[in-house]
C-alpha cells in the first residue's frame, strides 16, 4: 500500500481539507480512531496499521516518535480499558459468573478519559518539539509525503486501494469479536489477519498497476524491515517458557495474592491492579493472565467483600496498560520495529503518561468501591 501510494494520497488529501495547521485536532483524531481500533479489534490485531501513523506524524512536521505514540499508546490504551474486551473481560466475567460485558459504563468512561489524556499529552509533547531547536524534532524519517500538500488528490485506484483497505479493517474487526466471544467457532489470530491484509496487498497491487516481480520485491522489502522485531518477540516469548517450565509463575502469582490479602479494603483494587501488572511481565497474554489469576482472585474477592465487577476492572487496569512497557509483550515491540523507535526511546518519552494514566484508574477504583461498582 505504501508502495502504491494510495495511502499517501489519501492522507495527503485529508490534511489537506482538514489544514495542516489544526495539528492538535489531527492528533486528537488520530489517537482516538487508533483507540477505538484497540477496544474493537484487540491489540496484535492492529499491528499492521501502525505504518499508517508514521506518515500522518511526517506529514505533520514531526518524526516517528509522535506517530508511535498516537498508535501504539491509543491501541494500548482502547485494548486495554475496552467494556467489550473479549479477551480480558469476556473471559474474566465468565469464571466470575458475571453477564458479558457488564458494568461497561464505568470502563467506556474510564477508556474516553485516558483516550483524552493520551491525546492531551502528545498535543503537549509536540508543542514542546516546537518550541525547541529544529533538531530535536527528528523529522528524517524517510516516511512523510513526497509532493506538496495542495497537490494531493485521490484517483479511482486510491479510492479503491482504500476501500479494499477499510472492507479489510471492517472483517477483521467483526471477525476478531465473533472469535473471542466464541460466536465465529474457529481461531482468529495472526495468521488469519495476515491472510486479510495479504489480499489487501493484491488488490492495491492490482488497482496501481504493479506487476508480479515488483510486487513480489516490494514484499520482500517489507518484511525485513521487521525482521528484526521478530528476532526480539521470540527471545521475550523464550522468557516466559522458562518461567512457565520452570514453575516460577504459580509461586509468583501465589506470593503477590497472598501480599494482597494483609491490605485494606479501600486500597484493594488498586493493589491488585499493581499486582496484575507485574504478573503482566511473566504472563503477557490477557486471556492467559485471566485463566490463569481468575480462580484466585474470584474467591479472594469474596472473602474480603470486594465485588467481583470492581475485581475485574482492577485486573484489566493492571494488565492491559503494562502492555504497553513490558518488555515481553511481543505485540508492543512488534509495533515499535514497524514505526522505528527503540524501546529505550518509547520508555523514556511514554512513561511520564504512564505515571498519570495508573493514577487516573487507581482514583477510579477508589471511587468505583465506594460508589458500590
Not at 15 to 28: F, N, P, Q
Not at 116 to 129: D, E, G, K, P
Not at 169 to 190: H, K, N
Not at 208 to 235: D, F
Request: aromatic fraction near 8%; hydrophobic fraction near 50%.
Amino acid at each position: 500500500m505504501t508502495k502504491s501510494r494510495a495511502m499517501e494520497n489519501s492522507i495527503g488529501t485529508m490534511v489537506k481539507h482538514v489544514g495542516i495547521e489544526r495539528r492538535g485536532l489531527i492528533i486528537w483524531l488520530g489517537t482516538f480512531l487508533y483507540g477505538l481500533f484497540g477496544m474493537a479489534v484487540g491489540f496484535e490485531n492492529n499491528i499492521a496499521l501502525v505504518p499508517v501513523a508514521m506518515i500522518i506524524s511526517a506529514t505533520l512536521g514531526y518524526g516517528n516518535v509522535v506517530g508511535v505514540c498516537m498508535a501504539v499508546g491509543g491501541i494500548g490504551v482502547g485494548f486495554a480499558l475496552s467494556p467489550i474486551n473479549p479477551y480480558t473481560v469476556g473471559v474474566s466475567q465468565t469464571i466470575a459468573e458475571l453477564p458479558l460485558f457488564s458494568g461497561a459504563w464505568l470502563r467506556t468512561l474510564l477508556c474516553l478519559a485516558a483516550l483524552s489524556l493520551l491525546a492531551l499529552y502528545i498535543t503537549l509533547y509536540v508543542t514542546r518539539l516546537d518550541d525547541a531547536k529544529p533538531e530535536a524534532n527528528e523529522t528524517d524519517t524517510g516516511a512523510g509525503l513526497d509532493g506538496n500538500l495542495s497537490e494531493y488528490t485521490m484517483g479511482k485506484g486510491d479510492k479503491t486501494i482504500i476501500g479494499a483497505f477499510a472492507l479489510g479493517i471492517v472483517v477483521i474487526a467483526v471477525c476478531s469479536y465473533l472469535a473471542g466471544t466464541g460466536t465465529l467457532g474457529r481461531p482468529w489470530y495472526i495468521n488469519e489477519i495476515a491472510a486479510v491484509f495479504l489480499v489487501i496487498s493484491v488488490v492495491a497491487a492490482v488497482a496501481s498497476g504493479m506487476g508480479a516481480n515488483e510486487y513480489v520485491a516490494n514484499m520482500v522489502e517489507g518484511a525485513s524491515k521487521v525482521t528484526g522485531g521478530a528476532l526480539v518477540i521470540g527471545l521475550a516469548a523464550s522468557i516466559k517458557i522458562m518461567l512457565e517450565d520452570g514453575g516460577i509463575i504459580d509461586t509468583i502469582i501465589h506470593g503477590l495474592n497472598a501480599t494482597a490479602q494483609n491490605v485494606s479494603l479501600v486500597l484493594l483494587a488498586p493493589m491488585m491492579s499493581i499486582i496484575q501488572g507485574i504478573i503482566n511481565f511473566f504472563v503477557p497474554s490477557g486471556s492467559g493472565q485471566a485463566l490463569v489469576t481468575m480462580p484466585i482472585l474470584v474467591p479472594l474477592a469474596d472473602l474480603t467483600g470486594m465485588s467481583r465487577q470492581l475485581m475485574i476492572l482492577a485486573f484489566q487496569t493492571g494488565d492491559g496498560l503494562t502492555n504497553l512497557i513490558v518488555p515481553t509483550s511481543g505485540g508492543t515491540l512488534a509495533m515499535l520495529a514497524l514505526g522505528g523507535v527503540s524501546y529505550p526511546k518509547w520508555i523514556k518519552v511514554f512513561m511520564p503518561f504512564m505515571i498519570i494514566v495508573y493514577v487516573l484508574c487507581w482514583a477510579v477504583l477508589i471511587l468505583a468501591h465506594y460508589i458500590g461498582y
